[in-house]
């Protein structure tokens, strides 16, 4: 039984995105990982029911937040963002989000602080009189 061009276009999908999983391997062994998470990105638009894409790429976008999360955590907090919509049962995603709250937190904490220490109250200076003299 021949396939039909469904069917063909499935299974060359199915081919590449494998293919694309394989050479993301590649580059995380290269530590490029934001190389290789562009790789697996393609490789789950291409085959949005292999779980081992969806599965892959969730974990490559956790690491690299996590990795990233002291020094980025706006960026870090899309990765674990993006790694959710993936699967949302993801517990170190989960976790990196918390990380995240903290540091947001605390940066607000900062700031607020900041702007109480450099606040100084206007200078109260005498109103000129407007009226004249002999009103």
């Not at 562009?38 to 490559?60: F, G, M, P, V």
């Not at 937190?105 to 100084?120: C, I, T, W």
Request: charged letters at 30%.
């Amino acid at each position: 039984m021949e396939k039909t061009p469904d069917q063909q276009d499935g299974v060359e999908r199915k081919a590449e995105a494998e293919r694309l999983i394989n050479e993301s391997r590649e580059l995380f062994a290269q530590r490029k990982s934001a190389e290789a998470i562009q790789l697996l990105r393609k490789a789950y638009e291409l085959d949005k029911h292999n779980s081992l894409a969806r599965s892959i790429l969730a974990n490559a976008l956790v690491e690299h937040a996590y990795s990233i999360v002291e020094t980025d955590w706006w960026e870090a907090e899309t990765l674990a963002n993006e790694a959710l919509a993936l699967n949302p049962a993801h517990p170190t995603a989960k976790a990196i989000n918390s990380v995240i709250l903290d540091g947001k937190q605390q940066a607000r904490s900062r700031n607020g602080l900041r702007k109480r220490a450099s606040y100084s109250p206007p200078a109260i200076y005498p109103q000129p009189c407007l009226r004249s003299p002999r009103d």
